[in-house]
């Protein structure tokens, strides 16, 4: 059984930073792709970035690139996402998910491992 489990949100400024944190278990971990997602309330969960097996390749919706940076550390079980000069629009629960179809990194359809989510409140 996989469990992610989603930390660090919380309620900042417009141009403030954020660093969420997916800590994974119950799978060799090293072996998915990794992404992240959110959801702003009344809307469907977008892709936010994606990060393969090794790190060796990531993916980001067009919304965040150059602001937001993914990244893992295969020895911890973990992924980051660094979020900086965050807008209003960022609000939203961000979720990390473990890759259950790399063709579909960029969609939902790909993860059928989902973390519990985390808050994100961005104030202008």
């Known amino acids: 059984q996989v469990q992610l489990v989603d930390t660090g949100g919380g309620s900042v400024q417009a141009g403030d930073s954020l660093r969420l944190t997916c800590a994974a278990s119950?799978?060799?971990?090293?072996?998915?792709?990794m992404g992240w997602f959110r959801q702003a309330p009344g809307k469907e969960r977008d892709f936010v970035a994606a990060?393969?097996?090794?790190?060796?390749?990531?993916y980001y919706a067009d919304s965040v690139k150059g602001r937001f940076t993914i990244s893992r550390d295969n020895a911890k079980n973990t992924v980051y996402l660094q979020m900086n000069s965050l807008k209003a629009e960022d609000t939203a629960v961000y979720y990390c998910?473990?890759?259950?179809?790399?063709?579909?990194?960029?969609?939902?359809?790909?993860?059928?491992?989902w973390g519990q989510g985390t808050q994100v409140t961005v104030s202008s």
């Open positions: 119950g799978r060799t971990f090293r072996m998915y792709a």
């Open positions: 990060i393969t097996m090794s790190g060796g390749f990531t």
């Open positions: 998910a473990l890759e259950t179809d790399i063709a579909e990194l960029t969609t939902t359809r790909g993860y059928d491992y």
